[in-house]
């Protein structure tokens, strides 16, 4: 392979086929303590977002569909006009343009992986504003 293989919309695709999330690399916005990864195929993103108590995770929209599903942790959730709180297994639905976000609930961070379709730039815009984090583990 010479160089990096893209996907249509011009993002760099994985080349892994199986992967553990210690083994990619990360990053973090210092002033609100998120953290994220993120993993590209051909149609879709693969995202795995870490929130610390208390944290918000902010009101958006954005023009494409979002599929996420709660990890760890508690989260009161509103996705366009249904607020709830959610925990471990419970997931959310964020059809493109749908304001959604919310709070995370008690004392551990909430971890949730999102997938977003399909695959462009605009999320890797959102990353560049973090701080890189390297893998720590077997990577």
């Known amino acids: ?14 080349s892994r086929r199986i992967f553990a999330w ?8 210092d002033d609100e303590g998120v953290e994220g990864q993120i993993i590209t195929g051909e149609h879709m993103h693969l995202i795995r977002a870490v929130y ?13 569909e979002q599929f996420s599903l709660l990890l760890e942790g508690q989260l009161r959730l509103t ?6 709180d959610i925990g471990p297994g419970d997931g959310w639905y964020a059809p493109g343009g749908v304001p959604h976000g919310g709070l995370v609930l008690g004392g551990y961070p909430a971890v949730f992986i999102d997938v977003y379709s399909p695959a462009t730039t605009w999320i890797m815009g959102e990353l560049a504003s973090a701080r890189p984090v390297p893998a720590v583990g077997r990577g």
């Open 79 to 84: 996705v366009g006009n249904e607020t709830r």
């Open 22 to 29: 210690d083994e990619l690399d990360g990053v973090r916005w």
């Open 52 to 64: 610390p108590p208390g944290a918000v995770y902010e009101i958006h929209s954005h023009p494409h």
């Open 1 to 14: 392979m010479n160089g990096p293989h893209l996907n249509e919309h011009g993002v760099e695709m994985t």
